[in-house]
């Protein structure tokens, strides 16, 4: 299973970014996968997900209304649209999954267990 994150990069605080995630070895189906990021010195936070059981999402209270998650399963490839940036948003971004086939733990605290390199995201004042 390999997933290779793109799309970020260095944007002005209310500008837009697109993540894709590419995913290899991996079927999304009946899986949960999506987005967690982590800032410097801070934990991981859990930003989005969406199951593979029945497609629900889950966005964390600081990105919800401002950052869309979708995935193409022909493509293998899973997104986030993030709009309205805000400088609190610059975190490395981690394209991540639950590898419990059939799990329906998106947004039930830790829902990963699986993540890429990830992508830098920064957003400037």
């Known amino acids: 299973v390999q997933f290779v994150e793109s799309g970020g990069g260095l944007v002005q605080a209310g500008g837009s970014f697109r993540l894709s995630c590419a995913a290899s070895?991996?079927?999304?189906?009946?899986?949960?996968i999506g987005w967690f990021r982590q800032a410097p010195g801070k934990e991981h936070e859990g930003v989005s997900c969406i199951s593979g059981v029945d497609g629900s999402t889950y966005y964390s209270d600081s990105v919800k209304g401002r950052f869309t998650i979708s995935k193409d399963n022909a493509k293998k490839i899973l997104y986030l649209q993030m709009n309205s940036l805000k400088p609190e948003d610059t975190a490395i971004y981690y394209c991540?999954?639950?590898?419990?086939?059939?799990?329906?733990?998106?947004?039930?605290?830790?829902?990963?267990?699986?993540w890429g390199q990830g992508t830098q995201v920064t957003v400037t004042s």
């Open positions: 070895g991996f079927n999304f189906d009946r899986y949960v």
């Open positions: 991540a999954a639950d590898l419990t086939y059939g799990s329906r733990n998106c947004g039930r605290g830790k829902w990963y267990d699986f």
